[in-house]
């Protein structure tokens, strides 16, 4: 009878014993980790999970804006009109035409007393000179040159030219530049029926109708359409040139006549000022006619 107890109980323990190590197999396993798998919710049955804390999206905004930078990259740049077109080639033809003169001015000009002018040699700052104010004599004083150099008459581009020939004494191929800073020598004058009539300075290259308004335009006893310029001819004689003031005003005439040194533009009166004029010897002819026994 202990006998059959005995074995009994030994048989279970070993089927206990069996029946763990079966269920802890990597067989069983990877079945019951596929049994799960199976029996996990499919993936359309997963609901997201939405966050409470998060800005709401306007969708709405987001199209405006992604359409709006569509335009802004798609918009073409602006063209240039015709009339902008046109405009720019007139200013630059008028540019074109006025920069000569204004250029000729200072590449011919003469250099005379007053006039100030600077002397640069190139890595030579002990030969350069600024600021130099030319005396009556016309002759200016450099270093190394004792006698001076005379530049009455002389443009800028023959001064330097002795200059570099003075110099290439002492200097190997020197380079010599003169500069006209201020011009003091040219003058003009505007005389007659202007507001500030007088002698002036010409410091650029001017003409009739820029004189007349640098003197302060002419009166309404001026006549507009007789004005001349007086200039001095090699013989000595004055000749008139007529310039036309109202119709360059108007856009009829072309600003074409230029001054020159010496020059005198004449503003005359028209009938207004005659007869201002006749009107201020009226007192005059009433008192000498008590004389002459007119009354």
Not at 52 to 62: F, H, I, L, Q, R
């Amino acid at each position: 009878m202990k006998k059959l107890l005995t074995q009994t109980l030994i048989t279970g323990i070993a089927m206990a014993v069996v029946t763990g190590t079966f269920a802890q197999s990597p067989t069983n396993a990877t079945r019951q980790r596929r049994t799960a798998a199976n029996t996990s919710p499919e993936p359309s049955e997963v609901k997201p999970v939405v966050d409470t804390m998060a800005a709401p999206t306007n969708k709405s905004d987001n199209n405006t804006s992604g359409k709006s930078v569509d335009k802004q990259a798609n918009k073409p740049a602006p063209e240039i009109t015709a009339d902008g077109q046109t405009n720019r080639a007139d200013q630059s033809s008028e540019e074109a035409a006025i920069v000569p003169y204004y250029n000729n001015f200072f590449t011919t000009y003469r250099l005379g007393p007053e006039d100030v002018v600077s002397v640069t040699v190139f890595g030579q700052e002990r030969y350069s000179k600024q600021g130099i104010v030319i005396p009556p004599s016309g002759r200016i004083s450099l270093a190394l040159i004792p006698d001076g150099i005379f530049v009455n008459g002389k443009t800028v581009n023959q001064v330097a030219e002795l200059i570099k020939q003075r110099y290439d004494e002492y200097i190997i191929d020197p380079q010599v530049s003169v500069s006209l800073d201020r011009a003091g020598s040219y003058r003009y004058s505007v005389i007659g029926d202007v507001a500030q009539p007088g002698i002036r300075l010409m410091t650029r290259r001017l003409s009739a109708a820029e004189a007349i308004a640098e003197a302060g335009g002419i009166l309404q006893t001026g006549d507009k359409k007789k004005v001349y310029v007086l200039r001095k001819q090699q013989n000595g004689n004055l000749v008139p040139i007529p310039v036309n003031i109202a119709a360059i005003y108007r856009g009829q005439a072309p600003d074409g006549v230029y001054l020159v040194p010496g020059d005198q533009v004449v503003v005359p009166g028209n009938s207004l000022k005659k007869w201002q004029t006749l009107t201020n010897f009226l007192p005059i002819l009433s008192f000498a006619r008590l004389f002459t026994g007119g009354w």
